[in-house]
């Protein structure tokens, strides 16, 4: 269900780019980019610090397998415990992916 | 080549009628133009994420009264000597030369929500296609209060925090602190609490046989109740003595007394922070029309004014489901910015925007407590609800949890300044 919207909104977001001319000079998002920086603020712009541990360039599957990890609540009832509940499953997969993407 | 003809147009215009500041030597971004109000926590973020996302090719104009912000984030720790003021300094030359944002150090009059432009004190003014207010709170004066440095607030930090720093140490061992709470929305919901919490501990070390009262307008703790019950109750039981639902009617600064539905309460020091509302730019342009006329209402998958679309407001001025507190204000920056990338390029808003907050109380001079939730886009209410499995604190304090609020306030300035 998730994944037929984010299909249906890019298009939407495409054929607005090639149809408003001067203002397509802004670019649309990348998906995953807007959640991703719910990290920003403790692990750097970009997940590339200053702060805790480095996200950026990070390989998709580590992060996302650490954030399920944590949200199982088997590593214990940490702050990074109580975050990662916050968020659904896809949420938890667009925003590792977006770090991996990061150099 | 037509729209940028028809800005020119405007532009000499304007220029001729002797009310444009100009905001460069280019005629106008093709990108589209924002002006920033206000340069604290929401603003920096958003001036910064705005270049930053839009490629450069959004115009950022960062309206700011003050050469530089000092953070109210670590600054009780001014109170009990831990940190200077220069350590909470922060000042706006990153934006400028690494993300190309204009700075105007000014001060905004008034706002033309039709026209999109702002007075400034100067004589001039700006025009922009969007505005994103971000004026943080002011404070109601009191009845009977004349000055304010009497009884400083010291909840924005600055020349108020050195006062109340000097009057607590130039108190006599053995003296009477109060500390007031208003009722919510104010900004920190657990600053009070952690600043009681922090002086407390100070006051066994450097002030013994002292007291310190806390007038809590609330009807009880109003977060991390757990934690601060334990110290209120156990660890600082013997400095703090704390009252529920008490509110201030008024003010006698010659005497140090505060009147209250209690009765009359006498302090050596008196930290009164008082009730607070949205920065009076909202007020002035109409837009303080929530919390009985005190916050801006907003549409929270873009920050708009729910009274003026045209206008964004972010950070402790708006009336949200979520804290007034520097590390929410930073995420909804980035929303209010995202959104208005997305906007230049002809796009609707993320139509599910997250946002979190982590925050850090000192429970001692050494040790930290934490507080964390995650809020999720609820489309049928239209707001942001907190998630309940991740609306937590910690069990306790710890001297670890002290190290981590130091590293979270790092890069939290970082992401925000630099």
């Avoid at chain 1, 269900?1 to 802004?26: D, E, F």
């Avoid at chain 2, 206008?311 to 959104?339: F, L, M, R, W, Y």
């Avoid at chain 2, 609820?378 to 710890?398: F, I, Q, Y």
């Amino acid at each position: 269900m998730r994944c037929m919207q984010s299909v249906k909104t890019g298009a939407l977001v495409l054929a607005l780019i090639s149809s408003s001319g001067a203002w397509a000079q802004t670019t649309v998002p990348p998906p995953g980019r807007l959640l991703a920086s719910n990290c920003f603020q403790c692990h750097g712009t970009n997940g590339k610090g200053p702060g805790f541990e480095r996200l950026a360039g990070e390989s998709s599957d580590e992060i996302y397998k650490e954030l399920k990890e944590m949200q199982s609540g088997k590593e214990g009832q940490g702050l990074m415990t109580k975050h990662a509940m916050g968020y659904t499953d896809a949420q938890l997969r667009a925003m590792s992916k977006w770090f991996s993407t990061q150099r | 080549m037509k729209r940028r003809e028809i800005l020119q147009a405007g532009l000499a215009a304007a220029a001729a009628a002797g009310a444009l500041h100009p905001l460069s030597g280019r005629a106008a971004s093709a990108g589209g133009r924002v002006i920033v109000v206000g340069g604290g926590m929401a603003g920096a973020t958003v001036a910064k994420y705005l270049r930053m996302w839009s490629n450069n090719t959004l115009e950022v104009t960062l309206v700011e009264r003050n050469p530089a912000y000092l953070s109210n984030i670590m600054s009780s720790l001014v109170l009990t000597g831990q940190r200077s003021m220069s350590s909470l300094r922060f000042g706006y030359e990153t934006l400028q030369s690494r993300y190309g944002v204009k700075l105007v150090f000014d001060e905004v009059l008034a706002v033309d929500t039709a026209a999109g432009s702002v007075r400034l004190a100067s004589g001039s003014s700006l025009t922009a296609d969007k505005i994103v207010l971000a004026p943080g709170i002011r404070f109601d004066a009191l009845p009977g209060q004349k000055d304010p440095s009497l009884m400083p607030h010291a909840w924005s930090a600055g020349a108020q925090t050195e006062l109340l720093a000097k009057q607590l140490g130039a108190m006599k061992a053995g003296g009477t602190v109060v500390l007031t709470i208003p009722k919510t929305p104010y900004r920190c919901p657990p600053g009070p609490y952690e600043r009681a919490c922090l002086l407390a501990d100070w006051l066994k070390a450097k002030k013994p046989g002292s007291k310190l009262l806390v007038l809590d307008a609330n009807p009880d703790i109003v977060v991390e109740q757990d934690n601060f019950s334990k110290a209120f109750f156990g660890l600082h039981a013997n400095v703090i003595e704390y009252h529920r639902g008490v509110e201030i009617s008024s003010v006698d600064e010659s005497q140090m007394m505060l009147y209250t539905n209690g009765g009359a309460v006498h302090g050596d020091v008196i930290n009164l922070i008082p009730p607070q509302r949205a920065g009076k730019l909202i007020e002035q342009t109409g837009l303080a029309t929530a919390t009985n006329g005190r916050f801006a209402p907003v549409d929270v998958l873009s920050y708009a004014s729910l009274d003026a679309p045209r206008i964004h407001v972010i950070g402790d001025s708006s009336a949200t489901t979520q804290p007034k507190a520097g590390h929410i204000a930073n995420q909804e920056a980035k929303i209010c910015a995202d959104a208005l990338v997305r906007h230049f390029a002809g796009a609707a808003p993320d139509a599910a925007p997250v946002t979190n907050s982590a925050c850090f109380s000192t429970i001692t001079r050494s040790q930290a407590s934490w507080l964390s939730v995650v809020f999720q886009y609820d489309a049928l209410s239209r707001t942001m609800k907190s998630v309940a499995a991740s609306s937590a604190a910690s069990t306790g304090w710890t001297k670890d949890n002290f190290e981590d609020m130091n590293e979270w306030f790092r890069a939290l300035m970082a992401d925000s300044f630099a």
